[in-house]
């Protein structure tokens, strides 16, 4: 069974830096594509980033590429998302998700496990 708790989220100024942590307490970590949602007020959740389970691949949203970084630690079964130079617009709450395929990493629909979610606020 997999569990996913994510936590890191807080306030920032925009311009500035955050690092969630999603962990996972079941026992399938390091075989699973890993992905990072987002989900703003009135609006559909997102796809962030995702990673695969041996970790050598990853894809984001072409528009966060570049500000963004997924990464994981299997013998922590711990994923990451490093987010820099955040925006306003980055306001969401974030969500880590497992038990996907990786051709469908970027698609909510797909995956059968999610965090509980945690608050990223970014103020101008």
């Known amino acids: 069974q997999v569990q996913l708790v994510e936590s890191g989220g807080g306030l920032v100024q925009a311009g500035g830096s955050l690092r969630l942590s999603c962990a996972d307490s079941g026992r399938t970590f390091s075989s699973n594509t890993l992905g990072w949602f987002r989900q703003a007020p009135g609006k559909e959740r997102e796809f962030v980033a995702a990673?695969?389970?041996?970790?050598?691949?990853?894809r984001y949203a072409d528009s966060l590429q570049g500000r963004f970084t997924i990464s994981r630690d299997n013998a922590q079964s711990t994923v990451y998302l490093q987010m820099n130079s955040l925006k306003v617009e980055d306001t969401a709450v974030y969500y880590c998700?497992?038990?996907?395929?990786?051709?469908?990493?970027?698609?909510?629909?797909?995956?059968?496990?999610w965090g509980q979610g945690t608050q990223v606020t970014v103020s101008p």
């Open positions: 990673s695969a389970w041996g970790g050598g691949s990853t």
């Open positions: 998700a497992a038990g996907v395929p990786w051709k469908y990493s970027d698609d909510p629909s797909k995956y059968t496990y």
